[in-house]
């Protein structure tokens, strides 16, 4: 599902978004499909759905072979994820198991960190390129413009031609609803005469 992302002008002419993915989008169930290896928490699956969404619309189906070609003509492609309140779920079982006196369980140990399904959609996709996870600044407005800006760093050092940016909540900060997007940007093409 291509939507359009609200950018803006300042991120809107520097970069070119080439395809973008939700999770929930309209009609999908309460929760997206669980990941193997992944327990408990909706953050890493609707990450993945998201992602997958985002992905498809320029490399088609993961894994297969004019979907690998593309993704190596597309050179290094960064992960940026940003999230707020990052994977509450898994915090809150492994609370609730130390404060009862057990031990957690050991793949909420995994996937406590963000990288875990970072590194899962990497992998999936034969994604190459650097990787950075992050939590905006809480009175930040704009998390999609934090993770443009990193993006853009990463470009700009040539450390990436293109990026998958996540933004994943669990919980809004304004109580809205568990939501991710995903958004695969590019550096803009330079206007004609501009840099000469």
Known sequence: ???????????????EVLAEGVWPAPGDPGLPAPLAGFAVSSFSPMASAAADRCLEQVYGTPGAAQSQELVRRAGRTAIVLASRGGDLETHTATAAAVDAGRPAAPLLFFQSVPNAVVGHIARRWGLA?????F??????????????DVSRFLAE????????LLLVEQVGPDGAPANARALLVRPAAPAAGEGS
């Open 1 to 15: 599902m291509t939507l359009s992302p609200t950018l803006s002008p300042e991120y809107a002419a520097a970069v």
């Open 129 to 133: 390129g650097p990787v950075i996870c």
């Open 135 to 148: 939590s905006p600044d809480a009175a930040t407005a704009d998390p999609l413009g934090e993770a443009l």
């Open 157 to 164: 050092g040539g450390d990436a031609g293109e990026a998958l």
